[in-house]
């Protein structure tokens, strides 16, 4: 059962269903999209004194979207640009709220979502793997421990006093992912990274991530590598248009996702 929720019937306990490590239930995401654009104060002064009011129209991201990750389960999502991917792992990390429905997030999570994001280009690569390590709750000590191991993966070591600014896409690539799975999440949100950066880190990130899922950590990754997501989830979803299309096992939603695109 989730806790709080409705009690489990199911009988003796090896024939429960596990609690799921995320749980999206009819979730709901608008955006309102103005049709005329005003850039400066005097525009917008301007407009109100002559009457002028704005419109708008309602677009929606996501709409009565409904699944469920198991503990251990490495899960995919799959789509069309703009139907909702990025959207759906801002909601899961709290970086954006629902206008309707449910999110239930069972464990620590880290988010790896793009480039930048938890991260400040102002510090220095050290100032921000202790910052961000510190926002997913280790303590200093705990993050020592794993300081060098982070840096050793990002191949960072002779960089980690220079500020981000400095950095490349590909070295602020590899510091991002590499201090997220350092943390230890018992949720790791994943977008995209494999489409970035060298083959050789690419493939450094596949291992990684398939060590984390034989740990019993859950993986919910994101990518237009359809290979990638056949290669390391048993399950995924597909989304377009900000509606559920399908969830089910990765090839049957594949198969699916290749006759969507014609």
Known sequence: MIPGGAHDHAGSPENRKPVASITVSGVSKRFRIPHEKKTTLLENLLGFFHGGKYTYEEFWALNA?????????????????GGGKSTLLKLL????Y?????????????PFLE?????????????????????MGLTRDQTRAHYEDILE????????????????SGMYLRLAFATAIHTDPDILLVDEVLAVGDAAFQEKCRRKIDQIRSAGKTILLVSHQLDTIQQLCRRCLLLSQGRLVA???????????????G
């Open 65 to 81: 979207v409904s699944f469920e990750v198991l503990p251990g389960e490495a899960f995919g999502v799959i789509g069309p640009n």
């Open 93 to 96: 990390a709290g970086v954006l």
């Open 98 to 110: 629902a206008d309707s429905g449910s999110i239930r997030i069972n464990g620590q999570i880290a």
């Open 115 to 135: 480039l930048g994001v938890g991260f400040q280009s102002e510090l220095s690569a050290k100032e921000n793997i202790f910052l961000y390590s510190a926002v």
């Open 153 to 168: 993966f990002a191949e960072l070591k002779r960089f980690e006093n220079m500020k981000l600014r400095n950095f490349s």
């Open 247 to 261: 969830v089910d096992e990765t090839e049957k939603v594949i198969q699916i996702y290749r006759r969507l695109l």
